[in-house]
């Protein structure tokens, strides 16, 4: 009983301090919704927020926006110079060539959009296009960039992948 206690305490003290939901069940090999579980079950369920002095305005949430039609995105994304010491800089995401696998691209840690790309193309998903122009699936809350993103995690904990959350969120093919 001690132990679960304990495990269930680490998982409401990440959870606290703002860490990635995903990253906590990778971390302790469950789903996102049994993290959710632990929480209610130790801490209570959520109390809605008591209402604010001003009411909400009637045009919120702002429209979504399109941008325009004459904007096309650059031909391949390409990060500032900078990455923490240790990392290599990446210069662009290219798609990989036919016949490659996923294991043999993900070979060293490779940032979460990246190895979402790099999934989409082993999948057949995004057909070959660079990834400037499906990066919009990673960054704009899109659902295909969520599977992705839970596949990965789902290969971590099946032992496939390795991740690692800091500096920031990476995955590689696990070594040996």
């Known amino acids: 009983m001690g132990v679960e206690e304990s495990r269930d305490d680490r998982i409401v003290a990440e959870f606290g301090d703002g860490h990635d939901v995903d990253g906590i069940a990778a971390r302790y090999g469950i789903t996102?919704?049994?993290?959710?579980a632990v929480v209610e079950r130790e801490v209570g369920p959520s109390v809605p927020a008591p209402p604010g002095p001003y009411p909400v305005p009637g045009h919120y949430p702002p429209p979504a926006y399109a941008p325009p039609a004459h904007s096309a995105p650059p031909s391949a994304y390409a990060p500032p110079g900078y990455a923490p010491p240790g990392y290599a800089v990446?210069?662009?995401y290219q798609a990989p060539q036919p016949g490659t696998t996923l294991a043999t691209?993900?070979?060293?840690?490779?940032?979460?959009?990246?190895a979402q790309f790099l999934l989409g193309q082993a999948i057949g998903?995004?057909?070959?296009?660079?990834?400037a122009e499906v990066r919009h699936v990673f960054w704009a809350g899109d659902p295909l960039g969520h599977e992705l993103r839970g596949m990965l995690l789902a290969l971590v904990r099946t032992g496939?992948?390795?991740w690692?959350?800091?500096?920031?969120?990476?995955?590689?093919?696990?070594?040996g």
């Open 105 to 114: 691209t993900l070979t060293e840690w490779t940032d979460s959009d990246g």
């Open 164 to 175: 690692r959350g800091h500096p920031a969120e990476q995955f590689r093919w696990r070594r």
């Open 125 to 131: 998903v995004f057909g070959g296009r660079p990834f």
């Open 32 to 36: 996102v919704a049994e993290v959710y």
């Open 90 to 92: 990446p210069q662009a």
């Open 160 to 162: 496939v992948l390795e």
